[in-house]
């Protein structure tokens, strides 16, 4: 039953992040057309300029669980490649429960009344002509913590595993 919900869990910060992929087309689009506009028909549009700043958020925001999930984010990493799986395992369990989590803890908690305040007057663009959605694209920062946490709980169960599977090997060895 616990397999099931990790694996579910996995598959949703999966497919989230496979989806939202696909904006990164949609973004270049967007971008040579904002590009194409100016400078062959000097012509512009702060809504199809804001489209950008909505899909740039959305690919990041969104795709961050899965970058994490593919082990493809930034790491400082001058003695973990030479880790055994072992010592991978409880490097990432640590950070995990004493960085990841706590910090995206303290994220929902700091931007509660930004987004909350928004989504109370449901804030459009400053702009003229601007995009209206503007609470939507702040409550993009609650989603990226909700599906990083949820990677860092797959992540916790999953290295627990390792450990143990590993500890459970060299015992009976």
């Not at 910060?13 to 400078?39: E, H, K, Q």
């Not at 609470?135 to 909700?146: E, N, P, Q």
């Not at 992540?155 to 060299?170: C, D, F």
Request: net charge neutral; proline share 1%; aromatic share 16%.
């Amino acid at each position: 039953m616990f397999n099931k919900v990790l694996t579910g869990a996995e598959a949703f910060i999966d497919w989230s992040g496979r989806t939202v992929s696909w904006l990164s087309i949609f973004l270049v689009l967007v971008m040579f057309a904002v590009v194409v506009l100016r400078y062959v028909f000097d012509s512009g549009s702060i809504a199809l300029q804001e489209v950008t700043t909505y899909l740039h958020a959305s690919v990041f925001l969104v795709g961050m669980a899965y970058t994490m999930q593919r082990d493809a984010h930034v790491r400082v990493d001058i003695f973990y490649s030479r880790f055994s799986r072992q010592t991978k395992a409880w490097v990432n369990l640590f950070g995990a429960v004493f960085f990841l989590l706590p910090f995206m803890l303290f994220i929902s908690w700091v931007s509660w009344e930004y987004i909350a305040d928004s989504w109370s007057v449901l804030e459009g663009s400053r702009e003229a002509g601007g995009l209206p959605g503007v609470f939507l694209l702040k409550s993009l920062i609650l989603v990226m913590t909700f599906l990083l946490s949820l990677q860092a709980c797959t992540q916790i169960a999953r290295n627990i595993e390792i450990i143990l599977y590993t500890n459970s090997r060299q015992g009976g060895s």
